[in-house]
């Protein structure tokens, strides 16, 4: 009975509050990852997006203004991860703060003599546990320049693996995976990179992914959804193990 309400809700949502026509073309037109989906796979990430405008605010900073059709845009690529998984995974949470460009939070820590630094690292993009994703709108407008870089399946994969607790790389995996596997995977993965790394060689994924296990999580993500061939040729396991969880094969 719960399923039949929510379902008549969501039905009755898209009825009233549709993406016109015209802005979901364009949309599609520049989200890679929805262009290479099937009609009906287009079809659910449009009731997804649709969702997503509703139940999230999106809020521009600084004089920004984003108009429908970025709106739609930005809500497309968010929804692509959740394609297979459904819209409750991107419960708890309800706002996208989105800056013109790149964005420095100010930060402090205390090192072991207990004196007090301020950080100052240019971001891109940042996602707080059940508190908002913040995103750069210049580089959200370059992701199609940018080979497997989308800033916004980037913070979308830090928020399913923080379902579980901090971003550590190990999202809440399906009943039929293997968290042996996925560690096991994942982990001669980083060593490999890492080793690669040393020599100078050519990584197959962004250098980024070796600052931490959640940033080789979403770096990773990033590649499967926008470059799968790429990342199934160089890091076949790596793919495997995401088309697992994100029950979704790009190829």
């Not at 009906?40 to 920004?64: H, I, M, N």
């Not at 940018?146 to 190990?170: S, Y």
Request: hydrophobic letters at 45%.
């Amino acid at each position: 009975m719960f399923n039949k309400i929510r379902n008549w809700r969501i039905r009755r949502l898209v009825a009233r509050r549709p993406i016109a026509e015209q802005l979901w073309q364009d949309a599609l037109k520049h989200c890679v990852p929805a262009h290479r989906l099937g009609a009906s796979d287009q079809a659910t990430l449009r009731v997804l997006a649709t969702l997503f405008l509703d139940r999230k605010s999106l809020e521009p900073t600084t004089g920004l203004h984003l108009d429908e059709a970025d709106r739609v845009l930005l809500a497309t690529h968010a929804c692509v991860p959740i394609l297979k998984l459904g819209y409750d995974w991107y419960d708890g949470w309800h706002s996208v703060i989105v800056y013109p460009d790149a964005f420095i939070p100010r930060r402090e820590h205390m090192d072991a003599a207990g004196v007090v630094h301020q950080t100052n690292t240019v971001m891109a993009g940042e996602a707080w546990g059940r508190g908002p994703v913040i995103l750069s709108w210049a580089h959200v407008l370059n992701i199609a320049k940018k080979p497997a870089h989308n800033v916004v399946i980037h913070e979308m994969a830090h928020k399913l693996d923080m379902l579980n607790g901090d971003a550590n790389g190990f999202p809440p995996l399906h009943r039929r995976m293997d968290r042996r596997v996925w560690s096991r995977v994942f982990s001669s993965a980083w060593d490999r990179l890492r080793d690669e790394q040393r020599t100078g060689a050519d990584l197959p994924l962004d250098p980024y992914a070796l600052e931490s296990p959640a940033e080789f999580f979403a770096v990773a993500s990033e590649h499967f959804f926008e470059e799968p061939a790429t990342l199934r040729q160089h890091l076949p396991d790596v793919y495997r193990q995401l088309a697992q969880f994100y029950r979704q094969h790009p190829l």
